[in-house]
């Protein structure tokens, strides 16, 4: 049992590689997705993830770095993102979902001047973690040490800006330059995560751990601490499933999305987890 | 016209609300005081069927609060609204007629008529083509009430209706609902401004979470009384008459 | 004039250009709504979460817009539940519906062979490909969802402007709210065919979003956003088969140029109003003398 679950999948060197990019973007996510959720940015990671592919659709027809290209077009989105969300008067959520479809149509067109128009689209939105490369893992794991350490320095200023962005203001932080940080290490999640997982379901590793903790947890140290591990067991757990339905059933799954699957699981067990327990107290307490 | 009944509404296994009771008849306006907290909103959502009661009975217009509420004209916080929504003053005032012109049906000459005299009524008639975000807090204010008198309801639920006016609209929303009671409307006005209440009102129910007293304003809002709901943030200043509320 | 019409000569490209107008006038209209309650990411969610019930319906041989149709109904409801416990923010719950839907739809797919063409039409659309059949059941979703748009204006425009009284004075606030998440539902399926997955929402939020910014009335602002989606819909066919890219792209891409094109002109709002006026701190004043935001 414990041989089919732990060994025995991932004796190939691309399972290896695989759970490895699998555990660093699940503690790499689940941390981020914390101060993601508690500032409520679904949506701008949302346009974060998309606003990347031109970056790789470009890098890609010119054979240049992916990494590059893609962290390019992300921190370009990035700023103007910050931008336009400071401008109240657009309505930031409309303004959003346009930059999001601008861009993501900038990279469809480039593609599709391509002549393996197809392939590549898809190897670009559905993501391949089986074909990561010892390099790979290495960019992921330093991006990840940036970012975290970034994150650590500047975490009781993202709290006190997520819980009370007026008395930030008013203590004098410069609350834009803080959004644009974060909104620049979203950024370089995505990039790393880009590859393994595909542009759309970057979301997913980034908001649906944090969003389980959020059920669960009761200080942030908490969530965080039920983010990575609902981050870290959807990875461990997705590859393995999708490795016994080819070798068992011959039934193939994409591995990503099944990594992303397993999350929205767990979330529904802590949803409903959740439901019952408030039940349960609400009913002790009127009793 | 409004009648409380030891009325008791729980949240989550604790008390919001308890023992509140109260017989508003026509003509009459009752403040409701207590500190942030203290259950004020949701007393107003109770009146209008929003939140089930956990004991004790309401009655609106001589019928349960749920079948009463398209006769019940509620008036919230002008801020609680989007400054940039697409709508312009005039049609904010029509707003108040849609449940009298029914679904489908376009509104019709009465009724802009009707919401003009309204308008009218809160000094706002040359500002009735403009959008409704471009107006100061305290116009707001006053458009919202001018939709609440084109309701032509005789239950009116205000919550905290001088939040922040100024003067003028402070007079001028006083003035208008004195002519509200005068035509047998009855009016209750969520606040923690004291000094409203003894202008704009004839009763007054103190409460925190519980009913602390219930009465014509003057008896209601003693010194004692107010210490009561408000405990160590009201001071008590020369004797009987000053007193004063810190905010929380 | 010959060069601006060629592109429309053959048969398939009139099944495409009427698409495409009739696409563009049923988003415009409901993306007006869309923008005024912010919905847009809900939307997004909307177009990646049916994802499944395209891969469904395709397996078990029945109509796409069926199997988009009832996996939709599955996403609003989802949604409505998850956002309504205390705690959880509700573009948090639309981010996981997003993704969790779309997860399964990728699942699915990868196991059945040779299934990459009609995804790749599914995400970024097809219009050169719709079927006689596609654009009568679009013209039918117009018809229906304008209507009712029109026939419930009054109501809708109270609900989105004022939540708090509209349930206060008694209307059914639940039903009309899923009425409205249907009528987006019908809209982003309909137009899925043309337009993809992901680019839905460029046609059903950026004319809405010029014409709001236009325009102070919504039922002006609606008609408006009707023909600037019909426009784009016109001259993004044009501009793929002219310069040989793909069509809803280019359709989002003038969509997003309108866009900006109304953010740069609009009086007191524009850039170009701005940047005229200069520098100096003229936003309005409030009665607080705080400047409005």
Known sequence: ?287 | MLVLDDVAVRFGGTDALDGIGATVSAGESVALIGPNGAGKSTLLRAILGLVPLARGSIEVLGRPPQEARRSVAYVPQAESLDPEFPVSVAQVVLMGRYRSIGWIRRPGRADRDAAAAALHRVGLSDRADDRFGTLSGGQRQRVLIARAVAQASRLLLLDEPFNGVDAVTQKLLLEVLGELRADGAAVVISTHDLTVAHLACSEACLLNRHQIAYGPVADTLSPPLLQQAYGARALVLAGDEAVVVTPS | MDWLTEPFGSDLMQRALLEAVLAGALCGAVGVHVVLRRLSFFTMALTHATFPGVVIAALLGVSLFFGTAAFGVVVVLAVVVLSRRRGLDSSTATGVVLAGGFALGVVLISSQQGFTRDVTAFLVGSILTVEPGDVVVTAGATVVVIGLLVVLHKELVLAAFDPAAFEALGYPVVVLDIVLLLAIEITVVTSIPAMGTILAVALIVAPASAARLWTERVGTAMGLASGIGAACGVIGLWVSHRFDVAAGASIALVAAGAFALAWLTTPAIGLLHRLRRGATSDAPLSSEGQPVA
């Open chain 1, 1 to 287: 049992m414990i041989d089919q679950l732990l060994v025995e999948p991932f004796r190939s060197p691309y399972m290896q590689r695989a759970l490895i990019e699998a555990v660093l973007l699940g503690v790499f996510g689940g941390v981020l997705g914390v101060y993601v959720v508690l500032r409520r940015l679904a949506f701008i990671s949302e346009a974060l993830t998309h606003t990347v592919f031109p970056g790789i659709a470009v890098a890609f027809l010119l054979d240049a770095s992916l990494y590059l290209g893609a962290f390019a077009a992300g921190a370009l989105s990035a700023v103007l993102l910050t931008v336009l969300t400071l401008n109240r008067r657009v309505n930031d959520d409309a303004a959003l979902a346009v930059l999001l479809t601008t861009f993501f149509s900038v990279g469809v067109v480039v593609v599709s001047r391509s002549t393996s128009f197809t392939a590549d689209l898809t190897a670009l939105l559905f993501g391949r973690i089986l074909a990561i490369s010892t390099g790979d893992i290495i960019q992921t794991a330093i991006t990840m040490l940036v970012v975290l350490v970034v994150l650590a320095l500047m975490h009781k200023e993202l709290i006190l800006r997520a819980f009370a962005p007026e008395s930030a203001r008013a203590m004098g932080y410069r609350t834009d330059v803080m959004d644009l940080a974060l909104n620049l290490l979203i950024t370089l999640f995505v990039v790393a995560a880009v590859k393994a997982v595909g542009t759309v379901l970057v979301i997913a590793l980034v908001i649906t751990p944090a969003a389980t903790a959020q059920l669960l947890g009761r200080s942030i140290r908490s969530m965080m601490a039920i983010s990575v591990v609902v981050g870290v067991l959807s990875g461990w757990i997705g590859l393995v499933l999708s490795y016994r339905a080819s070798v068992d059933h011959d039934l193939r799954l994409a591995s990503g999305a099944t990594i992303v699957l397993i999350m929205t699981v767990l979330f529904v067990v802590a949803f409903a987890a959740r439901k019952l327990l408030d039940l349960r107290r609400t009913r002790v307490g009127a009793g």
